[in-house]
């Protein structure tokens, strides 16, 4: 009997913090037509001759600040992750990783799975919550290679896991960890979609943007909205850390271009805070399974400059899921029964 192959897939990174490698790896992310979902003319344009050429170098900056000697923090935590649920799950799985963009890729990852002859394939993407930009592109672009195949084993695809009892224990013990400390207030900052993206994934038509508490509260009929996923994830966080509503506030980093991204965005919340007078801040990003650039870079250097400038003190970034073995338990429980 073959093995079942299972493909774990994070987003991806660049291969070095170079500048042409940082432009290749927007390049292929900001293509995607998922990511910058506009039409293809503009979308050339707008990533091609403006993003790549301009942000590349830029990035590049930031990503250098992140790499250490073994390289991505995004691609190191993936492999740890990698190494410890094959050993978890034992002889009868295959497990690969890959990233969406970039390397290890998906293309490579499926053809092993074809050359060892896998009984089955499961896709899981490293995103608890479901976005078309992220868990879609990953679903989208496995169907396609997939297709192509004479033979099509079993497949499927995990949705999201925004909800995962374990998952969201190890998001709240690790902010424990900091709660002997006196913090003025607590963030769920969320990485950000644009709100076109939102109402696109709107399956109703008539929920997402339009409806009181909409993207606030999950429902059936907005069982897609990576908002109300999100507010769903902080909301059990919270209840596991026994947090009154007034003590978090739940935002959106990471925005990209000037159209409007999901609100409220982390950075004027910042604002908002440091006029009313906190000082210290604790932040979780439950978006993101591994600590990564937006985290490590964003909440912990960049937001923390700018909350220092507005008079604040510190924000304390809690680390995300990495390769805490509780993590690699709940992992376990979602390929296992997702
Ligand atoms: C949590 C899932 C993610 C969604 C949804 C997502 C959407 C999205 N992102 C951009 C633009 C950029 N994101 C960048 C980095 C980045 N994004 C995610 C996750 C999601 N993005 C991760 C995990 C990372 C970090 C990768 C790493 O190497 O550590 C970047 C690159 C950095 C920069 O230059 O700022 C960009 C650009 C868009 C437009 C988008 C659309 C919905
Ligand atoms: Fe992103
Ligand atoms: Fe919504």
Redesign the pocket.
């Known amino acids: 009997m073959g093995k079942k192959g299972i493909l774990l897939v994070?987003?991806?990174?660049?291969d070095s913090p170079s500048t042409a490698d940082v432009r290749k790896y927007?390049d292929e992310?900001?293509m995607d037509e998922r990511?910058?979902d506009i039409n293809a003319i503009g979308r050339t344009l707008l990533v091609k001759g403006i993003i790549v050429p301009f942000?590349g170098p830029?990035?590049a900056k930031?990503?250098k600040e992140?790499w250490t000697d073994a390289g991505?923090?995004?691609l190191i935590n993936g492999n740890k992750v990698h190494e410890e649920i094959t050993k978890k799950l034992g002889d009868d799985y295959m497990v690969e990783l890959a990233m969406r963009y970039q390397t290890p890729s998906i293309p490579d990852a499926l053809e092993r799975f074809k050359q060892a002859k896998v009984d089955s394939i499961k896709v899981v993407p490293l995103?608890p919550?479901y976005?078309s930009?992220?868990t879609g592109s990953v679903h989208q672009l496995v169907m396609e290679i997939v297709s192509k195949w004479q033979a099509i084993p079993p497949i499927s695809f995990v949705n999201s896991y925004y909800d995962h009892p374990g998952m969201i224990k190890v998001f709240a013990d690790n902010a424990r960890k900091h709660l002997d400390q006196k913090w003025d207030h607590i963030l769920f900052s969320f990485?950000g979609?644009?709100q076109r993206?939102m109402r696109k994934a709107d399956v109703s038509g008539e929920h997402c943007l339009k409806v009181e508490n909409c993207c606030s509260v999950l429902t059936e009929n907005n069982k897609y909205c990576?908002s109300a996923q999100c507010h769903q994830t902080a909301r059990l966080i919270s209840d596991e850390l026994g947090l009154k509503k007034e003590d978090f506030t739940i935002c959106y980093q990471?925005r990209?271009?000037n159209d409007p991204w999901m609100k409220p965005y982390t950075s004027d919340i910042l604002k908002e805070l440091a006029a009313k007078g906190a000082k210290r801040l604790l932040v979780l990003c439950p978006?993101?399974v591994s600590d990564?650039?937006?985290t490590l870079y964003e909440i912990s250097f960049e937001y923390q400059e700018e909350f220092v400038e507005l008079g604040g003190e510190k924000i304390q970034l809690v680390e995300s899921l990495n390769d805490n073995p509780a993590w690699i338990d709940a992992l376990e429980d979602i390929i296992l029964n997702k």
């Open positions: 994070n987003l991806g990174t660049p927007l992310f900001l990511v910058i942000r830029k990035s930031i990503y992140i991505s923090p995004l995103f919550q976005a930009a992220s990485h979609i644009p993206q990576y990471s990209l271009g978006a993101f990564c650039l937006e």
